[in-house]
Structure formats: structure tokens, C-alpha cells
């Protein structure tokens, strides 16, 4: 079976811009985020009931976007069969749908689930993109409600967006550590829009994806008419769109590298002089783990909700 490849990050508009570049490779096919993967995992544990495991995805709503025939999953399980490969099962029903050999997934969210994604795809290879965290809390912050990356349970500062980026990141190298080159391959965003090509070549060359020029061609192609966090996606990549230097408030800045200057400095980002003094590591381990453990809860009760069961009738 051929490994995955999953994209890690942060910056949502970052990982989003490298998903459509790489899905254009006649190699691999990355549909939109998923979701459903921690949902999967937990009601299925290690090993499926084929039955009640596609009665199941029969009931997931992105399966159906994703134009994926449940009978198509049906096929590719059996009872028995390992819960991280049942799941593969239908991203190979995608990937097989779009004429693709290989398939990845870019979801964000899946930052918080490292762990249970290196359990349930042991072979997988990932590539974790990173942005200066200041650039990355001026695109999350204003990202319209309503979208799924902005709820009660996200960050509202750049204090508290300094929280979630020096964990994910750090969570995330941490992983890239522990799996080793052949599994685990870095790109920063900003050599990813300054120098598009050369960047995604060496990712070509990482995963063993072929590369075609026409990767880059993008913006003709997509359609962003039901997400409006992504009009830029219809410009070819492009350095300088955030300037936390010019966009932020020195107080702003202040907070967030009190909390986060440390990662910074570490990734030869600019730090401002004196934010290495006064890190607030309990700020970071409080605020994150508190709203991590809410995000959870929530998720849960809003499984069980009745609109929930309307929508997904046995999950």
C-alpha cells in the first residue's frame, strides 16, 4: 500500500495553497479537509466491523462531496481489517476516482491528533509547513465567523494564537523527530511564495510525486465561490500578503512573542529584542490545554445533539 502523504500546519491559507499545488500532480490526489478521520478512529478503535464501519461512512456528509461510492469503500474492507487502513480505504476510493495512484489529506485540525494519526497510518509521510506565527495570527484572526477554523474554542488575541502556534508547531517537530528525513520533510511558507517552484520541487522529490511545471498553474482552476477566506487562491503565490511589521501593533507583538519568541528565534525568524525575556510557557501549556479539553467536550456533546443525529442518524 502506498503511504499517504499528510500536510501539517498551522496557517490554514499556507497548507490550503500547498494542497491545491500538489493535488494538480498527476501522482497524488488531496481532496478538501476531512474531518472525519478522529470520528472514525474512536468509534472503531483498532480493528472494523465491516458492516457497522460502512454503515458508518454511508452517513458522513463529506463522503458525499468528495463524489466517493460507499459501495466502492464496502469493497476495499472486511471485519478485521485494521481501523487506520479501513480508513485509507476511502481516500484510496477517492484517490482511485481521480485517476490517482496515491493519496493525502490537508487538515488542519489534525494538528491536535498527531499522535493518533501516526498510530493509525504507520507508513505515512508528512509535511508540516511553517509560517512566522505573527503573518500566521493576522490571517487566522481575521478569518470570518462562521468558517470552521473560527469558534467559541479558538483564539481571539495573538496572545492566544501564540499559544496554539508554539504548541502545533512545536508538537508537530516533535513528531518530524521522532519519525525521521524519509518520513518527515519542513517547508516555509514564505520560500514557499517566493520561490514556488524550487519549493515545491524538493517536496516532489520528498514524497516521490512526479512534478509538472503546470503545478503552479493553479488559479484558473479552483473554485472558491463558497469560501471567501480564500480569494487568494486566485492569484499565483505571492510574498509580502501579511506584514506583522506593518500590520501589527507593537503591543501585539510584544504579546505575542512573550509567549512564542522562543520558537521563533529558534526558526531564525526576526524577534523583537526584548521579548526573550518574560516567555510565558504556563501561558502556553494553560490556555492551550484548557480550550483543547473544551474543544473536545464540545465536539462530543455536539455528537449527540439532535441536530447532529438528524444529519448523521447512528454515528
Not at 6 to 22: A, D, P, Q
Not at 116 to 129: I, M, S, T
Not at 255 to 267: I, K, P, Q
Amino acid at each position: 500500500m502506498t503511504p499517504p502523504l499528510i500536510l501539517l500546519g498551522v496557517s490554514r491559507s499556507g497548507t490550503t495553497l500547498l494542497r491545491v499545488i500538489l493535488d494538480r500532480s498527476p501522482g497524488i490526489a488531496i481532496p478538501d479537509e476531512s474531518f472525519f478521520v478522529p470520528l472514525l478512529a474512536r468509534r472503531h478503535r483498532k480493528r472494523i466491523d465491516a458492516e457497522r464501519f460502512v454503515d458508518d461512512v454511508a452517513r458522513i456528509p463529506t463522503i458525499c462531496d468528495w463524489n466517493v461510492s460507499v459501495a466502492e469503500v464496502a469493497r476495499r474492507v472486511r471485519s478485521g481489517l485494521p481501523t487506520g487502513e479501513a480508513i485509507a480505504a476511502i481516500f484510496d476510493a477517492y484517490a482511485e476516482g481521480a485517476g490517482k495512484p496515491r493519496w493525502g489529506d490537508k487538515t488542519p485540525m489534525y494538528m491536535r491528533h498527531l499522535e493518533l494519526l501516526d498510530g493509525l497510518f504507520p507508513d505515512a509521510q508528512y509535511v508540516h509547513l511553517i509560517r512566522d506565527g505573527r503573518d500566521a495570527a493576522l490571517s487566522f484572526l481575521q478569518m470570518p465567523e462562521g468558517t470552521f477554523t473560527r469558534t467559541w474554542a479558538h483564539p481571539t488575541t495573538p496572545e492566544q494564537f501564540a499559544c496554539l502556534w508554539r504548541k502545533e508547531v512545536g508538537d508537530a517537530r516533535s513528531l518530524g523527530r521522532r519519525v525521521g528525513a524519509s518520513r518527515y520533510h519542513e517547508v516555509r511558507y514564505e520560500e514557499l511564495v517566493a520561490e514556488p517552484e524550487a519549493t515545491v520541487r524538493a517536496i516532489c522529490a520528498f514524497a516521490a510525486i512526479p512534478f509538472d511545471p503546470a503545478m503552479l498553474d493553479y488559479t484558473g482552476s479552483v473554485d472558491v465561490s463558497a469560501k471567501p477566506h480564500q480569494q487568494r487562491l486566485l492569484t499565483p503565490p505571492t510574498s509580502g500578503v501579511r506584514s506583522w511589521r506593518e500590520d501589527m501593533s507593537a503591543e501585539s507583538i510584544a504579546a505575542f512573542e512573550s509567549v512564542a519568541g522562543d520558537l521563533l528565534g529558534e526558526l531564525g525568524y526576526e524577534v523583537g529584542s526584548s521579548s526573550s525575556a518574560g516567555m510565558r510557557p504556563a501561558l502556553t501549556r494553560g490556555w492551550y490545554d484548557a480550550r483543547l479539553t473544551a474543544w473536545n467536550a464540545s465536539a462530543s456533546l455536539v455528537q449527540r445533539s439532535p441536530l447532529w443525529r438528524r444529519r448523521h442518524p447512528r454515528l
